[in-house]
């Protein structure tokens, strides 16, 4: 099983980049499909984007496309978050997320979830 740590959250201003970086530990990364989730305080976690166990597809919540995009580097064991175009709606706390086999765009279906990082946009 692995362990999941989030970085490269912080505070940006609307329009602008910021790149998030979820590195795993322990062995068998190329097994996990992985997914970046984020969550408002109140609210439910909710799917942004996902990338399967190759990296050969993705997946991304509508409020998301053309903005934001997933890589990964199974050799290195990390999965990597492009956010452009940054909105003030984006702002939240950003989990990565792991799941045996496929991806999922439902939070209850990852057993591995790392502590989160925050992203805040300003207006």
């Known amino acids: 099983q692995v362990q999941l740590v989030e970085s490269g959250g912080g505070l940006v201003q609307a329009g602008g980049s910021l790149s998030l970086s979820c590195a795993a530990s322990?062995?068998?990364?190329?097994?996990?499909?992985m997914g970046w989730f984020r969550q408002v305080p109140g609210n439910e976690r909710e799917f942004v984007i996902g990338i399967t166990r190759s990296g050969a597809a993705t997946a991304y919540a509508d409020s998301v496309k053309g903005r934001f995009t997933i890589s990964r580097d199974n050799a290195k064991s990390t999965v990597s978050l492009q956010m452009n175009s940054l909105k003030p709606e984006d702002t939240a706390r950003y989990y990565c997320?792991?799941?045996?086999?496929?991806?999922?765009?439902?939070?209850?279906?990852?057993?591995?979830w790392g502590q989160g990082t925050q992203v805040t946009v300003s207006s």
């Open positions: 322990g062995r068998g990364f190329e097994n996990y499909a």
């Open positions: 997320a792991a799941r045996v086999a496929s991806l999922s765009r439902t939070p209850g279906e990852y057993r591995i």
